[in-house]
């Protein structure tokens, strides 16, 4: 469990990091938040839960 220094070209780099770049953007297009809407029911208010917790 040593690090490990390894030599690559500029060129490959830059290759690299667009493809990493290309990479995580798609990720995140990918990811809607409005599919999980109206999953969660619940019972209490999330504010008023969250005090209670914190005065306890």
Request: hydrophobic fraction near 35%; charged fraction near 25%; aromatic fraction near 8%.
């Amino acid at each position: 469990m040593r690090p490990l220094a390894v030599l690559i070209d500029y060129q490959d780099w830059q290759q690299i990091e667009k493809i990493l770049e290309a990479h995580q953007s798609q990720q995140k297009q990918e990811f809607n938040l409005n599919e999980y809407a109206g999953v969660i029911q619940l019972t209490q208010d999330p504010l008023e839960y969250q005090q209670q917790i914190r005065d306890e």
